[in-house]
């Protein structure tokens, strides 16, 4: 089942522990996303990647990092979290771009 | 940006009804997509109309594009209580992928049954 996976769905943490959330799809797409949703804003990009070791930053990047080693991961790094930071995250692919993505479930942080 | 702006923020309507939703947008686009987001969950795909389209179909939804105007709609027709969601609109900037897409903040619609 063609599918795009997060990990975790659910976290809660405190200001300053660094935290990585995963992503991973298995439909060898070139193009992946992290988005945030916050009430009231709608989806706001983080950082994208076109392909392999080639990524960029969005409407939002501060706060976050980012990596694309292999094609089918793009892990979310947050550092130093901040309560700023507590929002539902969504990581998605595309064939070849942002065209007709595929998302994933969400995770929803909070930090305290 | 070329954030898209969906109208109204709320929709409610009875089973069976049409449902029209409306976005504006900023700038020229290279295509504009439609997604849907049941409630928390990730967004689903739609469909997708190129800036080079003024209409597209897929089964019961109906999209139109107006570049002069800077605005799309999206219209399901004879409504269920399964269509019940939020409807984003995302615009693509004509620089293609590496514009990345842009999110409106969403129409919420509500079927009554």
């Known amino acids: 089942e063609a599918q795009v996976t997060q990990n975790p769905r659910y976290l809660i943490t405190v200001t300053g522990k660094k935290l990585t959330v995963t992503c991973s799809q298995n439909m060898n797409h070139e193009y992946m996303s992290w988005y945030r949703q916050d009430p009231g804003l709608g989806l706001r990009q983080i950082y994208y990647?076109?392909?392999?070791?080639?990524?960029d930053k969005g409407d939002v990047p501060e706060g976050y990092k980012v990596s694309r080693k292999e094609k089918r991961n793009f892990p979310l790094i947050l550092e130093s979290p901040s309560p700023n930071q507590t929002s539902l995250y969504f990581c998605?692919?595309?064939?070849?771009?942002?065209?007709?993505?595929?998302f994933g479930p969400g995770t929803r942080l909070t930090v305290t | 940006s070329q954030q898209g702006e969906e109208d109204p923020q709320a929709l409610s309507i009875q089973e069976g009804e049409n449902a029209t939703m409306n976005c504006s947008y900023k700038?020229?686009?290279?295509?504009l997509q439609w997604y849907r987001q049941n409630s928390g969950r990730g967004l689903v795909h739609l469909i997708l109309?190129?800036?080079?389209?003024r209409e597209k179909h897929s089964g019961r939804l109906r999209v139109t594009l107006d570049t002069s105007k800077k605005s799309s709609s999206l219209l399901i027709t004879a409504s269920r209580a399964a269509d019940t969601a939020s409807y984003f609109c995302a615009a693509m900037g004509i620089g293609g992928g590496a514009d990345g897409l842009t999110f409106g903040k969403g129409t919420h619609l509500i079927i009554q049954p």
């Open positions: 998605a692919s595309g064939r070849w771009g942002p065209y007709e993505q595929y």
């Open positions: 990647s076109m392909n392999v070791e080639v990524t």
């Open positions: 700038t020229s686009i290279n295509n």
């Open positions: 109309i190129r800036s080079n389209e």
